[in-house]
């Protein structure tokens, strides 16, 4: 039986070619994991042969074998025997003869499975770290730029009063600060089964150890620091499945916030606004039956991607409440592909991302457009304090700037200039408190940011910071 290939002229997971890096679906390919296996078998037969029940001459001799792995030759014997770790153990001894048979000596298949699985997760989430550090910093740069530039906010998606881009844009650094903090811990905190055996009790390793002077929890103690992974201090035949959940939600976590950013960038891109824009390449094509559109589709493709991922944590969720007594394998066929699935999803995320915080337009007129006609309502309030202060009424000064606004929202809906500002600097009423240059100024909605700038360039030094302390790669 030779190895499958694959082309389009069969199903493909869109993940397999279309979203996601090289650098995870390789960490996710089955090459890598029959690697891993393999990896795994050595560091048993290593610790076993210092506690004298393996011939060192066996582990020396598969040492060469373990990154030969035989997908082929595995999958011959799989078809037969339909078992696919014992299909990958027999033809490691079939490779080497004089490790073969000293091979998997005390282990169940989750004991060489789970380790594997714990160390994918932890690397895995390494490189997302890497990725979204990369963000980061691509962030504070963003951040800094625009800190101090004036532009709209919006309340129930109605104009409300001003912000700064960069504050708006600190709203995303905080978020990703959050979820950079939960993934950090949730990889350092990644634990292995170990090795315990086919119901967690390490039977087996006590017979084999039987007369020895090393004890089960010595001999798991050697395997583990070998993999560089710790192993949980009690499991079932696998490691407990909350740990699953826990990184799926994590991911998912950070899904939200990139999901909220890149729907903030398709509202803001809305012709009716115009502030932000995606990239659109000079050969770029919009729409095959408009040639005029520019659609933000790396932002759609965000919350497509990022709405599969937040679905994922239930299905985790389901695994680890269902994982009856010791175990049951109704995990097993999901898993292959809910833990690829998921790294890879934030992973192609994340990526866009970063490209979009890089190279997005951000529009200067279209934000000041928005401020000559809405950033005067907002700058009322300003009117309403000082003309209190001098002495006005402050009921009185209500009622009468709200007359003056509901006229002039009635303008402004009807496609004029914002006539506000002229109406509020010739009431005779307000002329009495101010004059008409002050009243003007007041409405000057621009200055009306609070410390907005201050705190903005706060959150973009702590995004550096944490991007900093990352010991990650930032590949984007």
């Given amino acids: 039986m030779s190895s499958p290939t694959f082309d389009h002229e069969t199903f493909l997971s869109p993940l397999t070619w279309r979203y996601g890096s090289p650098e995870m679906r390789r960490l996710f390919s089955e090459a890598e994991r029959r690697r891993i296996w393999r990896r795994i078998w050595l560091a048993v037969a290593e610790a076993q042969a210092d506690a004298g029940v393996v011939p060192t001459s066996a582990v020396a001799a598969l040492g060469p074998w373990v990154d030969r792995v035989d997908i082929a030759r595995a999958e011959a014997i799989e078809a037969e025997i339909q078992h696919d770790l014992m299909a990958e153990l027999r033809t490691v001894a079939e490779q080497c003869p004089e490790a073969g048979g000293w091979l998997h000596l005390g282990c169940t298949s989750m004991d060489i499975e789970d380790n594997a699985d714990a160390l994918r997760l932890r690397d895995a989430l390494a490189l997302v770290l890497g990725r979204l550090e990369a963000l980061m910093t691509a962030l504070a740069e963003r951040i800094d730029a625009t800190a101090d530039d004036a532009t709209m906010a919006f309340t129930h998606l109605q104009p409300a009063e001003p912000t700064t881009t960069g504050y708006r844009l600190a709203q995303l650094g905080w978020d990703l600060l959050v979820d950079h903090n939960d993934l950090q811990r949730l990889r350092d905190g990644v634990m292995g089964k170990g090795l315990k055996g086919a119901v967690g009790t390490g039977a087996s390793f006590d017979e084999l150890l039987d007369g020895h002077t090393t004890t089960p929890a010595v001999l798991e103690a050697a395997v583990m620091a070998r993999l560089g992974l710790p192993a949980m201090p009690v499991s079932t035949q696998t490691y407990a499945r909350k740990q699953d959940f826990r990184v799926l939600s994590g991911l998912a976590s950070l899904g939200q916030s990139l999901y909220r950013f890149a ?208 010991d990650s790669d930032a590949d984007s």
């Avoid at 659609?295 to 991922?309: C, F, G, K, Q, V």
């Avoid at 970063?354 to 950033?375: C, H, K, Y």
């Fill in 263 to 470: 729907a903030d960038l398709r509202l803001l891109q809305s012709p009716t606004i115009g502030e932000w824009r995606e990239p659109f390449g000079s050969k770029q094509v919009g729409s095959s039956a408009m040639p005029f559109k520019r659609n933000p589709i790396h932002a759609e493709n965000i919350d497509s991607l990022t709405r599969m991922l937040a679905a994922l944590p239930r299905v985790a969720w389901d695994n680890a409440a269902h994982c009856y007594l010791e175990r049951t394998l109704d995990d097993s066929a999901n898993r292959r592909m809910l833990l690829p699935g998921a790294f890879l999803l934030v992973d192609e995320a994340l990526r866009r991302a970063t490209r979009l915080v890089r190279e997005m337009t951000i529009d200067r007129r279209a934000a000041e457009a928005l401020l000559d006609r809405f950033g005067v309502f907002a700058a009322s309030e300003r009117v309403l304090m000082e003309l209190g202060r001098a002495g006005g009424d402050r009921q009185a000064l209500h009622e009468m700037l709200r007359e003056h606004s509901l006229q002039a929202w009635e303008a402004v809906r009807l496609g004029a200039p914002n006539p506000l500002a002229d109406q509020l600097a010739s009431d005779p009423r307000l002329l009495a408190l101010a004059d008409a240059d002050r009243i003007r100024a007041l409405l000057d909605a621009r200055a009306h940011v609070g410390d907005a700038p201050e705190r903005a360039r706060a959150i973009a030094a702590q995004l550096r910071h944490a991007a900093g302390q990352g």
